[in-house]
């Protein structure tokens, strides 16, 4: 092992790896060093197994349209939970196989172990000390779950666990209903699982918009059992779990908690390199540069809490093994925040979300699914979304939906959002019939009629097109 290297990364998760994938096109002297795991999160126990779980879910659960459109016998159909799980993890393995093939030719450049900064140059691991000129942390983050619920293991799981089962439980409670949450809790109920979902606060899926909240709420009430802006205590009671509000108290079989992650910083040291770290021991940087202060020391990936999304991981960690090659960072733009959930409808957020705007410098355009003719035709006509514009500009700065194909909305805002468009130039874009992206286009086109800006024709004129050719 090379004790004097450019580069040290800890962590061999999604920022990590994004990090070695810019850092080996300049330098072959690195260390890629990880304690754990490998495989990221998003392979082994996030992003991939979770959709592989809802997938099964949606295909058992569309039995239930199969009726109206003249297909019968739909509720004959059952669902084998052992083989919906086994072909979970078939997948969640393939697309492990995947991540492991950029690590398999590092040889003694890649480590296992736990450093611990001595220095913000210089490292200890498994018993030896390495000097790096530059450091990108990049550990990821793990579960939360309450240290009084930790004697009950056995019935408590966390979404790292629950790909592990052989089969699913008849009664589960989802404590926590945010992203994670809110997607667990309807594909288990759709696997015929009875669902119970409580989370201390009345929103769901990480929404601010009270309008699509409501929306998400109803949607998620027509498939199970909900308590919001409730704590909950739990205790078990043989093979039963008792999960109380204070009112009101349901039995399960286990419970899966979805009350966010924490960072993996303990054990690292992080004291040591001279900076302030905040109340979950992470250091102030720049997401600009990922730098920590202005040390040769920089933190990308969920461990950093900033954006904690599969994406966003991959641009930190670019950004981190871009800047950790050059002598003074570079500061780059970031994407426009997405966000998406993966129920049924989706739900998303982009740009600016409601709880960032200023009510009197926006104007909102609304759109309701409930009569819109594609979603009417495949029996997905419920949800709403919700379009924001700078008042004085026109111009598009966010949304929050929860919608029949909202993934699919939600990147064409972004994309709009990032170009900054304005609402007209917007309408401009083709909208093919029938297709759910003309409720989006209605909402946007409710923006146009209020703003006092906004004037002309949908379609640009052929002077203005010339105009553009010409510069």
Partial sequence: MNQDVDVAIIGAGS????????????????????????????????????????????????????????????????????????????????????????????GERNITGRPRFITPQALEVNGTR?????????????????????AFRECVITSDDLFELETLPPRM?????????????????RLHIEVTGFDGIEQVAGLTDPVVNRAAVAMLKEELLL??????????????????????????????????????VEGLGLEQIGVELDGDGVPRFDPRTMQIGDLPVYIAGDVNGHR???????????????????????????????????????????????????????VVGEFDFSDQGRALMASENRGRVRVYADRNEGRLIGAELCAPRGEHLAHLLACAIQKRM??????????????????????????????????????ASCESIWNETQD
């Fill in 227 to 264: 308590y919001l802006g409730t704590n909950v205590e739990i205790d078990v009671d043989g093979a039963c779990v008792r999960v109380s509000t204070g009112t009101d108290t349901v039995i399960v079989d286990k419970v899966l908690v979805a009350l966010g992650r924490r960072p993996n």
């Fill in 15 to 106: 920022a990590g790896l994004s990090a070695l994938r810019e850092i080996r096109q300049h330098t072959e002297n690195f260390l890629l060093i990880n304690d754990g795991a490998y495989g990221t999160t998003c392979a082994r126990v996030g992003c991939m197994p979770s959709k592989a779980l809802i997938e099964a879910a949606n295909a058992f659960h569309h039995r239930h349209r199969l009726r109206e459109m003249g297909i019968y016998d739909g509720d004959r159909l059952t669902v084998d939970h052992a083989a919906v799980l086994r072909r979970v993890r078939a997948l969640r393995d393939t697309f492990v196989s995947y991540v492991m093939e950029r690590t398999q030719d590092l």
């Fill in 308 to 362: 904690p999304l599969l994406h966003e991981a991959v641009d930190d960690g670019y950004i981190a093994g871009y800047n950790a090659l050059r002598g003074s960072p570079e500061c780059f733009q970031r994407r426009t925040p997405l966000s998406i959930v993966f129920t049924d409808p989706n739900i998303a957020a982009v740009g600016q979300v409601f709880g960032e705007l200023n009510e009197g410098e926006t």
């Fill in 422 to 459: 304005t609402a007209q130039e917007f309408l401009r874009l083709p909208f093919y019939h029938p297709t759910v992206e003309e409720g989006l286009e209605s909402a946007v086109r409710r923006i146009v009629k209020r703003l006092t800006c906004a004037s002309g024709p949908d379609l």
């Fill in 130 to 150: 390495l000097k790096a000129r530059r450091v990108i942390i990049a550990t990821g983050s793990r579960p939360i779950v309450p240290q009084a619920w930790g």
């Fill in 173 to 189: 409670a989802v404590v926590g209903l945010g992203s994670v949450g809110a997607e667990m809790a309807q594909a288990l109920s």
